[in-house]
């Protein structure tokens, strides 16, 4: 019994050899796919991030499946001729969904299948339009972009993704980067005396509002100090013509006699108008004394 329980763990030990002889195994990285190339065939799920076993024939092609960037050096002609050096960077990625495709129809050197000879031809095509200072200076952006999509339209269903396209350097002959730098100088102290000029424009324009201002003010004043005294002087003179249509005898003696009762209430020594006639002085009553017959005398 137990030669039979030995021989058989010794069968099942030789089975597991034979069949780990029989298996490779492939290491997925963080970030990558594996495409399984088997004699039958490539399989048609990717292997993802870990460690696989695989048949001792089959063979595993890795695949980055994060971005990628790869910087190339073109030579270009720019739109009258002149040879332009341009330091450019494309940035991509690959599908994730559509790796075992990639494999089947490009294989893992798609870059230089594809992408290179492509970035190539746009940034040749696009280039071919514009002058050399404006590749240098004023139209980088807009050339990258034209250049992003040409390739983008050229690689759609190929399985890739492209981000970006970047030009880090423009290399132009001596003589006409310096002619290019003069000329951009001179456009940067024109726009500088552009600006001074338009500040000091706006400068005394703020002046001639100032002294609209201060005249407006004294303007306003002067006309208010006219209405002022207009007004004044057209209610003292319609007062007067109140008082001159209100004024009779009666109402002249009403207030010549009232004047005269007040004088006479006056502790001190008063001028009396009596029925128009001239002023006499009035005694004060208090130092008037009697004659020899008791009356009073005034005088």
Known sequence: MKTTTRFGALLLLLSAAAVSAGCNYAQIGDGELGVVRTPAGVSPTP????????????????????????DEHLEVLAANGLKIGLDTSIRYHVRPDEIVALDKELGPNFYDTLLRPTLSSQARRVAGRYQPEEIYSTQREQIEKQINEGITKAVTGRHIDVEAVLIRNVQLPDAIQAAINDKLQAEQAALKMKFVIAQQQADVQRQKIAADGEADAERIKAQSLADAKRIDAQATADSQK??????SNDVLRYYEIQSQTALANSPNAKL?????????????????????KGATNPY
Request: proline share 4%.
């Open 47 to 70: 292997l993802q991030t870990g460690d696989w076993q695989i048949g001792h024939s089959d063979s595993v092609t890795l695949y980055d499946a994060r971005s990628e960037q790869r």
């Open 272 to 292: 009396v108008f009596v029925n128009g006639a001239p002023p006499k002085t009035v005694l004060d009553m208090r130092n008037v004394g009697t004659d020899a």
């Open 242 to 247: 109140l008082l001159k249509a209100n004024l």
